[in-house]
């Protein structure tokens, strides 16, 4: 038993240095295969570089950005924007950041329903949601100046409900 006891450490000794030779990876070098040529065919000769001649006509001018923005419409007696209305503005944000010294209004319009003073305000409100949804969007909002005109200005006639929708809008314009 006395013979146990003291070579059971030892055993463990061996034991964890077996097992720690056989847990580490050895590392496979593969050799690279020579390149066989036959005998009777010459080794390829690389083609010689040949000169690079000038261009000769202009670098296309970048395309000049897109100011023209439609489809920016609102639900009914409300400055909240339709879903429908978020690629325009992504689009309008996108291109107002091509040039950021450019200036913009935004013109808020309503349709024929309700009071002039209301309309004139849900004008106002409509732009500014537009204002905002662009800063959100990484536009600089200095460059932004927001108007309502009420209900002047229509698209579309208002005695129809396809035409009302049509007038509740906002839209966007480069500053001269």
Do not use: W
């Not at 390829?44 to 000049?64: K, L, M, R």
């Not at 429908?84 to 024929?112: R, T």
């Not at 732009?127 to 949804?133: F, G, R």
């Amino acid at each position: 038993m006395k013979y146990i006891r003291s070579s059971f450490p030892l055993l463990l000794i061996l034991a964890a240095l077996i097992t720690l030779q056989a847990c580490k990876a050895k590392k496979l070098v593969q050799k690279p295969t020579p390149a066989v040529t036959e005998p009777d065919k010459p080794a390829p000769i690389a083609p010689t570089p040949q000169p690079v001649p000038a261009p000769s006509a202009p670098a296309p001018v970048p395309a000049q950005p897109n100011y023209n923005f439609t489809n920016i419409q609102f639900e009914f007696n409300s400055g909240v924007l339709k879903t429908s209305s978020y690629p325009a503005l992504d689009n309008a944000a996108a291109q107002m950041k091509i040039d950021p010294s450019a200036k913009f209004i935004l013109k808020g319009y309503a349709s024929a329903e309700g009071t002039d003073a209301h309309n004139m305000e849900l004008s106002v409100d409509r732009a500014n949601a537009v204002k905002a949804y662009l800063i959100n969007s990484g536009v600089n909002g200095d460059n932004i100046t927001a108007q309502g005109y009420g209900e002047s200005n229509p698209v579309a006639d208002n005695t129809t409900e396809e035409g009302r929708i049509l007038n509740r809008r906002v839209e966007i314009s480069k500053q001269n």
